[in-house]
Nanobody, 127 residues
């Protein structure tokens, strides 16, 4: 198991966009559900968006629906989180998490169910 690695964070203005990337091993890409989570100061880690290992099902937190898009590039072993119309409340450290699942498993996006984590990437949105 190779630890996933995030990139793409930064400091932007309200209304701007960022694209986060999570690179992982081929095994993880093929056999794990993958999610993006975030943790703001003094808050618990929350599930932002998750995708099944087959890529057919996605989940979005209500706070990001219509603004964020999760996608997989199997050839690059990378999962992306496109974040548009960023707001100051999106400021947090964003983590990529993965968990081994069977192909038919229903998608869940609770952070305590994910086992493998990257180190995180900071996203700061100024008003």
């Amino acid at each position: 198991q190779v630890q996933p690695a995030e990139s793409g964070g930064g400091s932007v203005q309200s209304g701007d966009s960022l694209r986060l990337a999570c690179v992982m091993s081929r095994f993880t890409m093929n056999y794990h559900a993958i999610g993006w989570f975030r943790q703001a100061p003094e808050k618990e880690r929350e599930g932002v968006s998750c995708i099944t290992r087959g890529g057919g099902t996605t989940y979005y937190a209500d706070s990001v629906k219509g603004r964020f898009t999760i996608s997989r590039d199997n050839a690059k072993n990378t999962v992306y989180l496109q974040m548009d119309s960023l707001q100051p409340e999106d400021t947090a450290v964003y983590y990529c998490g993965t968990k081994r699942t069977i192909l038919t498993a229903p998608l869940t996006c609770a952070s305590d169910e994910y086992n493998y984590w990257g180190h995180g990437t900071q996203v700061t949105v100024s008003s």
